[in-house]
């Protein structure tokens, strides 16, 4: 038996993420901006290595910070770091 998501995908709909904050929530690419940020990699950096634009690149960046509960991006690479290895050793919350 299928669950509901499985059905939805089959008959071409494209869900939305189960979880809406934590580090399980971010995408590939709001994971990979956030990495070179926590890095401290400048937006304009990000931006040139990425091959996109800078307001591209604050927009993931909110999105990321929201969904990791960032509210401010001065303290925000420890955050990033701790968001990051959080989905990258599998834990969740």
């Known amino acids: 038996m299928r669950t509901a998501q499985d059905a939805l995908v089959a008959n071409g709909a494209r869900p939305g993420r189960l979880r809406s904050s934590g580090a399980d929530a971010l995408t590939p690419t709001e994971r990979r901006v956030a990495s070179m940020a926590a890095e401290g990699l400048t937006d304009r950096a990000v931006a040139r290595a990425l091959f996109v634009g800078e ?3 604050e927009t993931h960046l909110g999105s990321a910070y929201r969904k990791l509960g960032i509210t ?7 955050a990033l770091e701790a968001g990051i290895r959080e989905r990258a050793a599998g834990t969740r919350r």
């Open 55 to 57: 307001k591209t690149v």
């Open 72 to 78: 401010a991006r001065s303290p925000s690479a420890g």
